[in-house]
């Protein structure tokens, strides 16, 4: 995993501040803008992915806003399982508890604490498989290919460090590339998009590298 492309690659363009500061300013629109804002960051993963050269890719409403909603779509599905869990462990609880934990008996902690840690891992488990989908969608231009599991779970097993690497380090790097930037005053969205962009380049070298090891022939999604 290349940490220090995924913060330095926006350089390599010679008008990436004002192609950012477009992404950014999509933030300041509810629901359609921050769809187009992942949308954008969807085709830098795009771009690594197929080996295109290092640059920041144009605000495309046309196409990148129906990549923003497909790539919502992804992460709904893959997290929604934890969020289930989770809440039908609250419902039951109350339900079994009405008078609330306080008055519970001691064994309800450890059945709380099982439930938490359960979830906790299920969520994990979706995050992972949300981040190996975004890079076959972006790999593969299907959104179908995003929910083929068998393919998921090989990607993931292929490279688990890496997809854990995109997923805790994307954000960091991309704020710690710009807070600089942030401080003298240029916007907390500007700083929000490239902390996205970057998560989204970590995500395609995760894609890559489960790839390459994953296959012996062509890597899916490369030209």
């Given amino acids: 995993m290349q940490f220090a492309r995924a913060m330095k690659f926006y350089f390599g363009d010679a008008h990436w501040f004002r192609k950012v500061l477009a992404a950014a300013a999509c933030l300041l629109v509810p629901l359609l803008g921050w769809a ?3 949308g ?6 795009r771009r690594v992915i197929r080996g295109a ?3 920041v ?3 495309d409403l046309r196409r990148q806003l129906p990549d923003g909603f497909a790539v919502w779509g992804i992460a709904l599905a893959y997290l929604l399982p934890a969020g289930i869990f989770l809440g039908a462990g609250i419902i039951l609880s109350a339900r079994i508890f009405p008078a609330g934990r306080s008055m519970a008996p001691a064994a309800f902690d450890s059945y709380w604490w099982g439930i938490e840690i359960l979830a906790a891992a299920i969520l994990l488990g979706g995050a992972l498989g949300t981040a190996a989908a975004i890079g076959r969608y972006a790999g593969s231009g299907s959104f179908r290919e995003a929910f083929r599991l068998r393919g998921i779970a090989g990607a993931i097993r292929s490279a688990p460090v890496a997809f854990l690497q995109a997923l805790v380090m994307g954000l960091p790097l991309g704020l710690l590339a710009f807070a600089g930037i942030a401080v003298c005053g240029a916007g907390v969205l500007f700083t ?3 902390a996205l962009g970057s ?5 395609g070298q995760a894609y890559l590298l489960a790839a390459g090891r994953g296959a012996s ?3 899916p999604g490369r030209v």
């Fill in 36 to 38: 187009a804002a992942t």
């Fill in 40 to 45: 954008w960051a969807l085709e830098i993963c």
């Fill in 53 to 55: 050269e290092d640059g």
């Fill in 57 to 59: 890719p144009r605000i």
């Fill in 192 to 194: 929000a998009v490239c």
């Fill in 199 to 203: 998560g989204f380049h970590l995500a």
């Fill in 217 to 219: 022939g062509p890597i």
